[in-house]
């Protein structure tokens, strides 16, 4: 046996080929010859590949919660903080461009935006942040319809770790619209005795903790935006900044978050 890498690949899997990095690395179409352009698309196609595989985690994580198999779930939902984690870091690079740099490309774009990612719509979907008029944007992709209107017929990630309250003796509705006092008394509760309801507690927690990754890059985007470009419209036809900024109030969890005030 030698240490000699293998030099030769006609024949074998090689890490291009593993990857699909032809069509990775060719992915990229800039619509005008300006520098900056091209870390505008990178960015956010990299965001783009973070949101699919957060997606997976988010996915495996709420089947394992439905099935009580709470310990492989708070694994799946460390990882997809720690994902979201990555997201904000990413917001520093694009940070470095400036307001005369985007707006000499801006108008390449037409009305294409962040707020049409159905990804990210997918994300809010699926852990319970449900607004069927954000289909809309969609409308001219009906695959993509398909995807998200799926995703509205199953129960959201919140729903399931209401379920793992409901199983576990607490009274709560099977359905709800949040926030709701029986969950919130149901979460207090647990929240008031660790010790006797530790998984429920550990699980309350990694939401808690994704859910703070989450609200950050969304803070960090609302920063970056304005930085960039202002107060001025999105390209989508949002109000860019003061729409990001009503963003900024949206709980995905409201009772984890309330119930802190009356402990």
Not at 112 to 130: A, K, M, P
Not at 190 to 217: G, I, S
Request: a negative charge.
């Amino acid at each position: 046996m030698t240490d000699d890498p293998v030099m030769k690949f006609a024949d074998k899997m090689s890490y291009t080929d593993y990857l699909g990095l032809d069509a990775v690395l060719t992915a990229q179409h800039p619509r005008t010859d300006q520098h900056d352009e091209m870390l505008f698309i990178v960015q956010h196609q990299v965001t783009e590949l973070w949101m699919r595989l957060a997606l997976h985690e988010l996915d495996a994580a709420r089947s394992a919660i439905a099935e009580d198999r709470l310990r492989p779930a708070f694994k799946m939902l460390t990882r997809v903080a720690r994902i979201f984690e990555q997201m904000n870091a990413a917001w520093d690079v694009l940070r470095t461009m400036t307001p005369s740099e985007y707006t000499r490309y801006r108008d390449a774009l037409g009305q294409s935006s962040g707020f049409q990612s159905w990804q990210y719509r997918l994300i809010e979907f699926t852990v319970g942040n449900r607004n069927e008029a954000m289909l809309g944007p969609h409308e001219h992709r009906p695959d993509i319809v398909e995807k998200l209107r799926a995703e509205l017929a199953r129960p959201s990630l919140y729903d399931t770790a209401i379920g793992c309250l409901a199983r576990a003796g607490f009274d709560v509705p099977e359905t709800a619209s949040h926030p709701d006092d029986r969950v919130m008394t149901a979460w207090t509760e647990v929240y008031r005795d660790p010790e006797t309801h530790w998984p429920l507690y550990e699980l309350a927690e990694k939401l808690v903790d994704f859910e703070d990754y989450f609200r950050r890059w969304r803070f960090n985007h609302v920063t970056t935006v304005e930085r960039v470009i202002g107060f001025k419209r999105g390209t989508g036809g949002t109000g860019g900044v003061s729409y990001l900024k009503r963003m900024l109030e949206i709980e995905l969890f409201p009772e984890l978050w309330h119930l802190r005030t009356n402990l």
